[in-house]
């Protein structure tokens, strides 16, 4: 019987989450004040597309879509 809930432990997904939470332990007292400096300026950097962009990235998928 195949055994359906095992995860595959070489995974992608699971690779990558652990580098994150690896990273995120490794992260120093100087990192974190310096993102904690320049958090607010990332925050206000967000793009908020057009709606006539995003109008004509849908045409276009529309156009190309199989």
């Known amino acids: 019987m ?3 809930f095992t995860n595959n ?3 992608p997904v699971i690779d990558n989450e652990m ?3 690896d990273a995120i332990q ?3 007292t100087d990192e ?8 607010a300026d990332l925050q ?4 908020r597309p ?3 962009t995003v109008d004509r ?3 276009y998928s529309k156009n190309y879509a199989g």
Do not use: H
């Not at 974190?32 to 958090?39: A, H, K, P, V």
């Not at 206000?44 to 793009?47: E, F, R, S, Y």
């Open 9 to 11: 432990l070489n995974s």
């Open 2 to 4: 195949m055994d359906v």
């Open 57 to 59: 990235i849908l045409q």
């Open 19 to 21: 580098k994150e939470a």
């Open 44 to 47: 206000q950097i967000q793009i």
């Open 32 to 39: 974190m004040l310096f993102y904690n400096s320049i958090r």
């Open 50 to 52: 057009k709606a006539e």
């Open 26 to 28: 490794n992260v120093g």
